[in-house]
């Protein structure tokens, strides 16, 4: 199957810096991956559609200032929480589709990023 | 918009079977997917159902009613490891991305 990695896979930073998320995808190419965040015992919310060479699209209530997303290649995504807070603290999933795989339509994930703010 | 509706909480004995429901309402519908979710860790994919009826996958089924806006997932012979949260989504209209139910937690005990 399709194969999504992430790193990294925990952070933990002080309130008012930035950190930056990798989402890849090592055996297909993704012109489009998806970025959620999952708080404890909650949904997987998604916040942002990542579209290689092109803006992300951003869900209602997400702030594309705070959340920048960087779709260089057709392997590779970036999240960046900017100015991070306490509140942003969460389970920060990548999901992307493997084109060659149409059966389903389904999303691969990627194993998660556990960021702590301080 | 969608409103999916699982239990929160579920408890089961290993080897036994167990039915996990999950409903919902939308306009268009197009697809509902079951996944997998350890604790900390990312979905895996189980099962996708588009047209009524069920599909069996081993241990594991699924079943769909599209009139009814419901669907099971269906667990045989619990194993200890089956232990997860277990999240339906929906996909609606002409969009290929799903809205996450907030899925149902499995407990097996001995």
Redesign the interface.
């Known amino acids: 199957g399709a194969v ?1 990695s992430q790193h990294p896979s925990w952070v933990i930073c002080k309130s008012g810096t930035s950190v930056k998320i990798e989402c890849r995808s090592l055996d297909f190419q993704a012109t489009t991956m ?1 970025w959620y965040r999952q708080f404890p ?6 916040m942002a ?1 990542s579209n290689e060479g092109s803006k992300a699209t951003y869900e209602q209530g997400v702030e594309k200032d705070k959340f920048l997303i960087n779709h260089a290649s057709l392997t590779l995504s970036t999240l960046t929480v900017t100015s991070a807070h306490p509140e942003d603290s969460s ?1 920060y ?1 990548c ?1 992307a ?1 493997d084109l060659g795989q149409r059966e ?9 990023t ?1 960021l702590t703010v301080l | 918009g969608q409103n999916i509706d699982q239990p929160t909480e579920m408890t089961a004995t290993e080897g036994a079977i167990v039915q996990i429901n999950c409903t919902y309402q939308t306009s268009g519908f197009n ?1 509902l ?1 079951w996944y997998q979710q350890h604790a ?6 189980l099962s ?1 159902n588009v047209l009524d009826g069920l599909e069996e996958k081993g241990r594991f089924s699924s079943f769909l009613s599209r009139s009814k806006g419901y669907s099971y997932l269906l667990l045989k012979e619990l194993q200890m490891k089956d232990s997860a949260s277990y ?1 339906c989504a929906v996909r609606e209209g002409g969009s ?8 149902t ?1 499995l407990i097996v005990h001995p």
């Open positions: 999504v998806f015992k909650q949904s997987l919310m998604l559609t389970f999933i999901s589709r389903y339509n389904e999303q691969f994930f990627g194993p998660g556990r | 697809g997917f900390g860790e990312a979905p895996t994919f996708y999240l290929y991305i799903p809205t996450f139910g907030r899925g937690s």
